[in-house]
Structures are given as structure tokens and as C-alpha cells.
Nanobody, 122 residues
Framework: QVQLVESGGGLVQAGGSLRLSCAAS??????MGWFRQTPGKEREFVAA????????YYADSVKGRFFISRDNAKNLVYLQMNSLKPDDTAVYYC?????????????????WGQGTQVTVSS
């Protein structure tokens, strides 16, 4: 069992920045990802990171603006979000995988956090 707790969401003006954090506890995991979801839409991939090697993956919509990182010793993963746009408004979810074979699809993740709201105003 893995417990995930997100923090760092809030309201920010377009062009601003936020940093989301996710604290993980429990069994060994091999990768962490961030997804986001807006009402009436499917949950979509944002970013992911390999836990041991640190390889990163990003959705095209956030490349160059969002950066995922990890602190293995503290079991923390971060999502630094810069140059935020109103289209980035969503509930952001932290997810953990015990396999990490197909990092951009929802079905590959075994555990999910409760979500944190990010709202970007125009």
C-alpha cells in the first residue's frame, strides 16, 4: 500500500508560478507521475519521473514550462509550474507506479493522491 499526499495548489495569476509537492509513504515504488483533470474531461498526463534514474517525461502542452523532480531520501516528488496559463487550471493528482512501464497512461499507475486544485486567472 502507498499513501500519497499532495500540497501546494492555489490561485495564481497567468504568468505566475506554483510548486506542487507529493509525499509518498509505504511500499517501494518505481516511478511517480502528475496528472490533471477538469470537469467533464478525461484525466490527462502532465509529467512523470523515474524514481531511481531520474529520467523525466512531459506532455507537449507543458514542455519548457513545467519541471518534475524528486528527493529520494525524503520520498518527495515536486512539480514546478512556471509561466502558468488559464488552460492549466485543473485538479492535479499525484500518482505512483510499482512497474513504470508505460508512464503516460493512467492504467499504469497503482496509487493516487486526493488531488489539489490549481486555478490560473487571466
Amino acid at each position: 500500500q502507498v499513501q500519497l499526499v499532495e500540497s501546494g495548489g492555489g490561485l495564481v495569476q497567468a504568468g505566475g508560478s506554483l510548486r506542487l509537492s507529493c509525499a509518498a509513504s509505504g511500499r517501494t515504488i518505481y516511478g511517480m507521475g502528475w496528472f490533471r483533470q477538469t470537469p467533464g474531461k478525461e484525466r490527462e498526463f502532465v509529467a512523470a519521473i523515474n524514481w531511481s534514474g531520474g529520467r523525466t517525461y512531459y506532455a507537449d502542452s507543458v514542455k519548457g514550462r513545467f519541471f518534475i523532480s524528486r528527493d529520494n531520501a525524503k520520498n518527495l516528488v515536486y512539480l514546478q509550474m512556471n509561466s502558468l496559463k488559464p488552460d492549466d487550471t485543473a485538479v492535479y493528482y499525484c500518482a505512483a507506479s510499482t512497474r513504470f512501464t508505460a508512464v503516460k497512461i493512467i492504467e499504469e499507475y497503482d496509487y493516487w493522491g486526493q488531488g489539489t486544485q490549481v486555478t490560473v486567472s487571466s
